[in-house]
């Protein structure tokens, strides 16, 4: 009998471990404060370049996301096959450059493609980290391992709110993308210099002397996603996901303007209430969410989905009362909890999709799942958010036009909900059929 190959793995112990997921949720928060920024600054850019709530909708959304979303697929497949740490350094680089070139911009067209540009960059980040994470951190603590990476979301956010609104108010916008661009370029090298490349599979495969078996080689592309896609639970899934980020995207990047507008606040006292929301709720609501899901999937996977769907439907009433009060404080201390609510999705939702394929899929399968959410959430949410305000606008004006377009959006979380249910319902046998690695 041939006896199988087995390699001795290189020393991956608790504190690497704890250090590289450090570091690649620090990529995490680079990535929103690039990605987001925009946000804070939309009326500012919106006055000084004459803009309708469309092109804001499109700058914030669908101009960068169906680059991020596209390029995600075949750049996820290369870190399948790839150094997933040397393709994370080199989109640090890029999407660093591009959003310190959004700063010298002087037309919507130039400011639209170096958005793209942060797109183009951004689509290397989160698949090959999704899979180094979860081959450093087994199943039983990958819900909570990807759910810390995630808080890099709402940490990105609150930099990006408090450093844009501060900088927008003092310096003007186009310092704003300058000042937070540039310093991506030397995170890009630390990542390449001490970022190492785990086996694949590490985390399943490893024996008690610390050695590990090679997995094979991941599929063609198509039976990949076929493996996925006939899985009705991923479908599900990701649909929910979609649905999620698109009341996410689609009320979130329209809060500042929101503020402005209804309650006449100013950038840099927006950005002070928004930062710390976003930073100690948001981030606080992702840890919660791979906490509670890890805690009691044990017993039954499906609770990874209660949760979320749970958090999700108690958080709708809450978000109505904050776009409809009028005193503008009160709204955003209730505020602090729909946010809390609404981050607890996407670790448990990541941890799901990675126990369904083998382990040299993960970064495809987490491509295939962010093509589906920010397409549906950061492509559309903004822009529909955005036409519907212009539409109202004509009739209902500048500030309850935009509120009620939050309004209508948010409702969307129904649907949302629906497709999570559904999605439970047969996750068990997809997590159990998953091919042997």
């Not at 000084?48 to 497949?77: H, K």
Request: charged residues 10%; aromatic residues 10%; hydrophobic residues 50%.
């Amino acid at each position: 009998m041939a006896q199988l190959d087995v390699t001795p793995a290189p020393a991956f112990g608790k504190t690497y471990r704890s250090y590289a997921l450090g570091l690649l949720t620090c990529v995490y928060v680079l990535n929103f404060i690039d990605r987001q920024i925009v946000v804070i600054l939309q009326e500012s850019i919106r006055v000084d370049l004459g803009l309708m709530d469309w092109q804001l909708g499109l700058l914030s959304g669908f101009a960068f996301a169906i680059f991020y979303c596209t390029l995600g697929i075949p750049i996820a497949r290369l870190a399948d096959r790839g150094n997933r740490s040397t393709i994370i350094a080199v989109s640090i680089a890029v999407w660093s450059a591009m959003t310190a070139l959004c700063g010298t911009v002087q037309a919507f067209w130039q400011l639209l493609l170096a958005r793209i540009g942060v797109g183009v960059g951004e689509a290397g980040c989160s698949p090959p980290a999704h899979s180094i994470i979860s081959d450093l951190y087994p199943p039983e603590k990958r819900s909570t391992a990807l759910s810390i990476y995630n808080m890099g979301i709402y940490v990105g956010v609150f930099f990006g709110y408090l450093a844009g609104g501060w900088l927008d108010q003092v310096l003007g916008w186009r310092v704003a993308f300058l000042a937070v661009g540039l310093p991506g370029l030397l995170v890009a090298l630390i990542v390449k210099t001490t970022l190492r490349e785990p086996p694949r599979g590490l985390s399943e495969q490893v024996d008690i002397a610390g050695s590990t078996v090679p997995p094979p080689a991941a599929g063609p592309l198509l039976d990949v996603f076929l493996e996925l896609w006939n899985r009705r639970s991923f479908r599900h899934l990701s649909l929910a996901a979609g649905l999620h980020a698109f009341v996410g995207y689609g009320a979130g990047n329209w809060m500042p303007p929101f503020l402005a507008r209804a309650h006449g606040m100013e950038s840099g006292e927006i950005s002070t209430w928004l930062g710390p929301i976003a930073a100690v709720c948001g981030a606080g609501g992702a840890f919660l969410g791979g906490v509670l899901t890890d805690r009691y999937g044990i017993r039954d996977a499906r609770w990874y989905i209660w949760i979320p769907a749970g958090a999700i439907v108690a958080s709708v009433p809450l978000q109505l009362f904050v776009y409809t009060w009028p005193d503008p404080v009160v709204a955003l201390l209730v505020y602090t909890v729909p946010v809390v609510l609404g981050a607890m999705y996407l670790g448990p939702m990541l941890a799901m999709v990675h126990g369904m394929v083998q382990p040299r899929m993960r970064a495809f399968a987490s491509s295939i799942l962010f093509f589906v959410l920010n397409l549906i959430g950061l492509g559309l949410g903004p822009l529909v958010t955005g036409i519907l305000s212009d539409l109202l606008a004509v009739s209902l004006g500048l500030a309850e036009g935009l509120r009620w377009a939050l309004v209508i959006v948010t409702l969307a979380n129904v649907w949302c909900v629906v497709h999570y249910l559904l999605g439970a319902r047969t996750l068990r046998t997809d997590l159990l059929s998953r091919p042997a690695a």
